[in-house]
């Protein structure tokens, strides 16, 4: 036991004294968290340690970004309270923002804001805003303090720094000509990072496509299993489409899109059962940026849009695959106006601000990456 602490000591906390203010700081992570992850999933191995030791092994799980390894922390806290002497669990609870703190950022960004610069994140301003603020706890400010450098790397550094480029938020949107969207009765969890090359369905369509139509998984279970759903913007419409027709339909989809096309397309379709379709980005495997943002994203969008009683028929969201732009995380698209956003979290204004901007046909400019423009009739 005694080992296998000291390796979480040693690939924890040691190099967030040593490098602390840079992207080597957390490159042991990965190897600390198996030890602890490992230990916090069988509570016998982790009785063996004392409560000061599981403690450790605790907040090792908590300096994640990832919300399960949060959750570890947090039961890994609660299980010394409720198995370590009262005067033990009374203290350790006692200590300033133990447990929640780490757990509470994370729900709230998705990712620790304080370690952008360190690992060339762009911050958004909302992230930015928070650690200026009071409310930002000691250790994060601490984190975010670039260590003093020797004289020799300075200037070196600063000419790195000037060739730097912060991507611009607005006007980061490609153009494209139609949007489809494959149903897929699998969870974003569950799709390769490049959908668009397998041999299934969506492969064999892309195979029949321009360049001009953008082409995403959505999590949206199928209607019938003698074919595939296909949601497409700007149509409006969700296009029933079988292996026999595919050519067909990937023909259609590659002509100029107009209400005359849709009359004529030979493909079986109906209208869209909603009015408006949010897409956010939860494509883990592509990117575990929006793999982390995204979930939590559409699970407060839900939330919000049933306290303000606004049924799926008017506002519908779902997760979508690779849609461009991970490094606005979280990312989002919003139809039938082809508006996208970025740097979205699951907490604070953003969300509020814009269901508002949907249910008034309006733009919330502050997370507004651009607008596509696609064809309207």
Not at 241 to 255: M, P, R
């Amino acid at each position: 036991p005694e080992g296998t602490l000291a390796k979480i000591l040693v690939l924890d906390q040691f190099p967030r004294v040593i490098f602390r203010g840079s992207k080597k700081a957390f490159s042991f992570d990965d190897q600390a968290l198996f030890e602890a992850a490992t230990l916090a999933k069988n509570k016998e191995l982790l009785n063996l340690y004392a409560p000061i030791e599981q403690f450790f092994v605790g907040i090792c799980l908590q300096h994640s970004e990832q919300l399960h390894y949060q959750e570890m922390g947090l039961n890994i806290a609660f299980h010394i309270k409720a198995t370590a002497p009262s005067t033990i669990g009374e203290f350790f609870f006692s200590l300033k923002g133990y447990p929640n703190e780490h757990h509470d950022v994370i729900l709230r960004f998705g990712r620790f804001p304080s370690r952008n610069a360190a690992l060339g994140r762009i911050s958004t301003a909302e992230e930015e805003e928070w650690m200026a603020s009071p409310e930002c706890p000691a250790w994060a400010k601490s984190q975010a303090v670039t260590p003093t450098k020797p004289e020799a790397l300075k200037g070196e550094e600063s000419q790195k720094d000037s060739k730097k480029e912060v991507p611009k938020l607005y006007g980061s949107v490609k153009s494209y000509g139609r949007h489809a969207l494959i149903c897929t009765n699998d969870s974003a969890t569950s799709w390769p990072s490049h959908v668009e090359n397998g041999t299934d369905f969506i492969g064999l369509l892309n195979e029949h496509i321009s360049n001009e139509v953008k082409l995403s998984l959505c999590e949206k279970v199928n209607s019938s299993t003698s074919y595939t759903d296909v949601i497409v913007y700007p149509d409006a419409m969700v296009y029933h489409v079988t292996n026999d027709n595919i050519s067909a339909f990937g023909k259609f989809l590659s002509t100029p899109a107009g209400a005359e096309s849709i009359t004529n397309c030979p493909i079986p379709h109906d209208p869209l059962p909603f009015e408006k379709l949010v897409l956010v980005c939860a494509h883990v495997s592509r990117d575990k940026r929006c793999g982390r943002a995204g979930p939590q994203i559409i699970t407060e969008m839900k939330r919000q849009l049933q306290n303000l009683d606004v049924p799926e028929s008017q506002v519908t969201v779902m997760g979508v695959s690779h849609i461009g732009g991970h490094a606005y995380a979280g990312t989002l698209i919003v139809y039938p106006s082809s508006d996208w956003y970025g740097y979205v979290t699951a907490k604070g204004v953003s969300i509020a601000s814009i269901l508002e901007a949907i249910q008034k046909n309006a733009v919330y400019e502050k997370c507004h990456r651009g607008c596509a423009n696609l064809p309207t009739w």
